[in-house]
């Protein structure tokens, strides 16, 4: 009977173990995977304008019925060049 509670118990740690470990991995995925989660790569993205930089940009609001008092804006990476705003 010893053996097969430490089996059992071997078992369920291994099981709980696994869990934990395919749960990090799934949540370090979901990360990486977050859109906006951090800026663009902008090399050869502006063109021949040198230097380009990733930006936030505020993105004008497109909903006719949002109040101007609203505190919501959308923010986008772009790639900057100079005065010119380019798609990443």
Excluded: E
């Amino acid at each position: 009977m010893a053996l097969s509670s430490c089996l059992k118990l071997g078992l369920t740690l291994a099981l709980l173990l696994s869990l934990a470990f395919l749960h990090s991995q799934s949540v370090s995925m979901a990360r990486r995977m977050a859109i906006g989660s951090r800026p663009p790569g902008c090399v050869n993205k502006c063109m021949s304008c040198q230097p380009c930089k990733a930006t936030l940009v505020i993105s004008p609001s497109t909903d006719p019925y949002k109040r101007k008092d609203d505190t919501y804006y959308l923010l986008s990476w772009k790639c900057r060049c100079r005065d010119q705003l380019f798609h990443p």
